[in-house]
T-cell receptor
């Protein structure tokens, strides 16, 4: 069974540009969550999508947005990039059902974004 | 207030020895889940172990066990018989009840180095 895939793995952009990152969850998983990881702030929750609907959102500016498609694949977009957006962006997938809290999230390898 | 506190930024352990990584948490929810993840230098987050707030027994997964002390709000990870491949960042995380969200709140992490 294929794991969570994220593309691209590495990205270099300049300030002011926009970027789109993609995440394909494990087959059958309907929930996709995005996290930003930086040395200073650590791992921070961006948003979660379930069945094409945003179910929860972290404390990030409106420049960060996302969406989920009918096949559960998700994209996140960052507009007007700032130097501080340089980070590892991790995507995680889950079944998404409101069952046991033990339904762990399976993480992808991440996209490392560098903003120059 | 920090929801997840990991007080050990870095730890060293001799190969084949056991090591305990500390984690304390703060929540007013009665129902919550606690997770430990391993992050090697490659960046991918690897799920290790889960403990539910209502679980009577401490969770174990192979060489990993979780020392759950609910009254003290601690969820320490114990790795037995450390191996060189255990060298990585370790993150404690919590999922709280509410809205079926899969949001995880992470601690700052502990960098474990296994010495031959």
């Amino acid at each position: 069974k294929a794991g969570v895939t994220q593309t691209p793995r590495y990205l270099i952009k300049t300030r002011g540009q926009q970027v789109t990152l993609s995440c394909s969850p494990i087959s059958g998983h309907r929930s996709v969550s995005w996290y930003q990881q930086t040395p200073g702030q650590g791992l921070q929750f961006l948003f979660e999508y379930f069945s094409e609907t945003q179910r929860n959102k972290g404390n990030f500016p409106g420049r960060f947005s996302g969406r989920q498609f009918s096949n559960s694949r998700s994209e996140m977009n960052v507009s007007t990039l700032e130097l501080g957006d340089s980070a590892l962006y991790l995507c995680a997938s889950s079944w998404g059902t409101s069952g046991s809290f033990g339904n762990e999230q399976f993480f992808g390898p991440g996209t490392r974004l560098t903003v120059l | 207030a920090q929801k997840i506190t990991q007080t050990q930024p870095g730890m060293f352990v001799q190969e084949k020895e056991a090591v305990t990584l500390d984690c304390t948490y703060d929540t007013s929810d009665q129902s919550y889940g606690l997770f430990w993840y391993k992050q090697p230098s490659s960046g991918e987050m690897i799920f290790l172990i889960y403990q539910g707030s209502y679980d009577e027994q401490n969770a174990t997964e192979g060489r990993y066990s979780l020392n759950f002390q609910k009254a003290r709000k601690s969820a320490n990870l114990v790795i037995s018989a450390s191996q060189l491949g255990d060298s990585a960042m370790y993150f404690c995380a919590m999922r709280e009840s509410g809205a079926g969200s899969y949001q995880l709140t992470f601690g700052k992490g502990t960098k474990l180095s296994v010495i031959p």
